[in-house]
């Protein structure tokens, strides 16, 4: 008998104590503890594919434009590397964008560039050239005449913007000049830096302009 009392007291306790923990609330959370070290680097995904047409328009080189100055307003310098890599490839775009025409000792190259890319076979964003070459009995050869045209627009970080929509081929004709063509390969390279002054009319800084173009294109002869 007193066994068995004991055990009724000790299972009161235990059950008094179970009772008494399970009502309790919990407390107030503790303190933030300090932030941990950051995670490492995630490896780069892979890269996209480039869109339909996209290489199509690309591969057959580019132009590319250096433009040193002053701003119209007067207030800074500005410097602008600009990329015309896209080709019009229809049948319109090869005859006035990738061309070659030989006559003798004569070659007349007619080159086009776009900014972006092309829908049509123009937009407005551009640089053409043509390029004018003869060659003496020994195979050497002169650059004999230049047209050199660009549109495009130069925006700047207070957004401001400006323009260039004319020719400058008075100044890129008497300016330095670099010329190489393969007619094997197609490949033509061509580099000029000129300066157009700031009293040309359709300089728009109002400042001497100093221009670099890098040209380094594929070009066709039609058979």
Same mark, same amino acid.
């Given at each position: 008998m007193k066994n068995l009392l004991k055990f009724f007291t000790m299972l009161m306790v235990a059950l008094a104590a179970y009772v008494f923990t399970g009502c309790a609330e919990d407390g107030d959370p503790g303190a933030a503890g300090e932030q941990g070290e950051p995670g490492k680097k995630g490896e780069n995904?892979? !890269?996209g594919e480039n869109g339909v047409g996209f290489d199509e328009a690309t591969k057959y080189g580019n132009i590319t434009l250096v433009l040193d100055g002053q701003r119209p307003d007067n207030t800074k310098e500005f410097k602008r590397d600009l990329n015309f890599r896209f080709t019009p490839v229809g049948v319109n775009g090869i005859r006035t964008s990738s061309v070659v025409y030989t006559e003798g000792i004569y070659r007349t190259f007619t080159i086009r560039r776009f900014y972006s890319s092309v829908a049509q076979d123009f937009q407005d964003n551009q640089v053409t050239l043509n390029l004018y070459v003869a060659s003496d009995d020994g195979g050497n050869a002169e650059i004999t005449g230049i047209d050199f045209y660009v549109r495009t627009v130069i =925006? =700047? !970080? !207070?957004?401001? &913007? &400006?323009t260039f929509e004319d020719s400058y081929s008075e100044f890129a004709m008497n300016g330095n000049k670099e010329y190489t063509y393969d007619p094997a390969t197609g490949n033509l390279d061509l580099k000029l830096n000129f300066t157009v002054p700031g009293d040309f009319e359709f300089n728009p800084t109002g400042h001497d302009l100093h221009v670099v173009a890098t040209v380094n294109v594929k070009v066709f002869e039609s058979m």
């Amino acid at each position: 008998m007193k066994n068995l009392l004991k055990f009724f007291t000790m299972l009161m306790v235990a059950l008094a104590a179970y009772v008494f923990t399970g009502c309790a609330e919990d407390g107030d959370p503790g303190a933030a503890g300090e932030q941990g070290e950051p995670g490492k680097k995630g490896e780069n995904g892979e !890269d996209g594919e480039n869109g339909v047409g996209f290489d199509e328009a690309t591969k057959y080189g580019n132009i590319t434009l250096v433009l040193d100055g002053q701003r119209p307003d007067n207030t800074k310098e500005f410097k602008r590397d600009l990329n015309f890599r896209f080709t019009p490839v229809g049948v319109n775009g090869i005859r006035t964008s990738s061309v070659v025409y030989t006559e003798g000792i004569y070659r007349t190259f007619t080159i086009r560039r776009f900014y972006s890319s092309v829908a049509q076979d123009f937009q407005d964003n551009q640089v053409t050239l043509n390029l004018y070459v003869a060659s003496d009995d020994g195979g050497n050869a002169e650059i004999t005449g230049i047209d050199f045209y660009v549109r495009t627009v130069i =925006t =700047t !970080d !207070d957004y401001k &913007f &400006f323009t260039f929509e004319d020719s400058y081929s008075e100044f890129a004709m008497n300016g330095n000049k670099e010329y190489t063509y393969d007619p094997a390969t197609g490949n033509l390279d061509l580099k000029l830096n000129f300066t157009v002054p700031g009293d040309f009319e359709f300089n728009p800084t109002g400042h001497d302009l100093h221009v670099v173009a890098t040209v380094n294109v594929k070009v066709f002869e039609s058979m």
